[in-house]
């Protein structure tokens, strides 16, 4: 299992907003996490889309949690940054007759374990990852 650039990044970016009091800038928020801003700016846009952050305009603008940060959860932001993670690539149960019976057997494993991954980061929320004083 591999977490992309743009996953580790929007999920650094979510919880430094969560941390913040006010909106903050692509800018803003570029240089606190030094991240490219423009690379930031496309996955803050898709973290918008997926309803997890809100854009502000204005001199005071910016962009926020749109949730509170107990109801976003880590499996939230990298599900819409990396899609479904997939540790193995194998036919679903009942989609095609297993050749050899360890072929099924071994493919529940991997099932296994991405339902395993999927339960623990969704149990993890954004408020679990900045500390107890400053949680929204």
């Not at 580790?8 to 801003?37: C, F, M, N």
């Not at 309803?51 to 502000?56: C, L, M, R, Y």
């Amino acid at each position: 299992m591999k977490i992309s650039k743009k996953a580790y990044y929007g999920l650094r970016a979510i919880v430094a907003l969560a941390h913040a009091d006010t909106a903050l800038s692509i800018h803003t928020l570029a240089e606190l996490e030094k991240l490219p801003a423009g690379y930031l700016e496309k996955i803050l846009q898709s973290l918008r889309r997926a309803g997890i952050v809100e854009a502000k305009k204005g001199t005071a603008g910016g962009y926020t949690l749109a949730r509170d940060a107990r109801a976003v959860s880590v499996w939230d932001v990298l599900r819409e940054l990396d899609g479904p993670i997939k540790t193995f690539t194998a036919p679903i149960k009942g989609e095609l007759p297993c050749l050899q019976v360890t072929h099924c057997q071994t493919n529940e494993v991997w099932r296994t374990l991405e339902n395993k991954i999927e339960e623990t980061l969704s149990a993890i929320t954004i408020a679990d990852l900045i500390p107890k004083n400053t949680s929204k």
